[in-house]
Nanobody, 124 residues
Framework: QVHLVESGGGLVQPGGSLTLSCAAS????????MAWFRQVPGKGRQFVGGNQWSGGSTYYADSVKGRFAISRDVPKNTLYLQMNSLKPEDTAVYYC?????????????????WGQGTQVTVSS
């Protein structure tokens, strides 16, 4: 059975940094697309960014481009989201997602596996 487990969320001041981790188990996602989404109450999940496959291209939403960076540790089957210059509007529950295909999509319906989410709060 596949599990995605996010960690690293918390409270951070504006301008600060956080790194989220997504540890996958149950299968190897090295050749598959993985992505980060975020959600605030009352709204749908928003695409943050995704890694095409290990060694492939990485894509970001315009709202986080230049501030967030996605990376993978293939042997550990883990996806990371390094978040810098955080803003109050980055406050959300952040979700890790993986799909059976290799191509990143911004549509949540394209993803087959989801983590439980981790809360990120940016506030002074």
């Amino acid at each position: 059975q596949v599990h995605l487990v996010e960690s690293g969320g918390g409270l951070v001041q504006p301008g600060g940094s956080l790194t989220l981790s997504c540890a996958a188990s149950g299968r190897d996602f090295g050749n598959n697309a993985m992505a980060w989404f975020r959600q605030v109450p009352g709204k749908g999940r928003q695409f943050v960014g995704g890694n095409q496959w290990s060694g492939g291209s990485t894509y970001y939403a315009d709202s986080v481009k230049g501030r967030f960076a996605i990376s993978r540790d293939v042997p550990k089957n883990t996806l990371y989201l390094q978040m810098n210059s955080l803003k109050p509007e980055d406050t959300a529950v952040y979700y890790c997602a993986a799909r059976n295909g290799r191509v990143v999509h911004s549509d949540t319906n394209r993803y087959d596996y989801w983590g439980q989410g981790t809360q990120v709060t940016v506030s002074s």
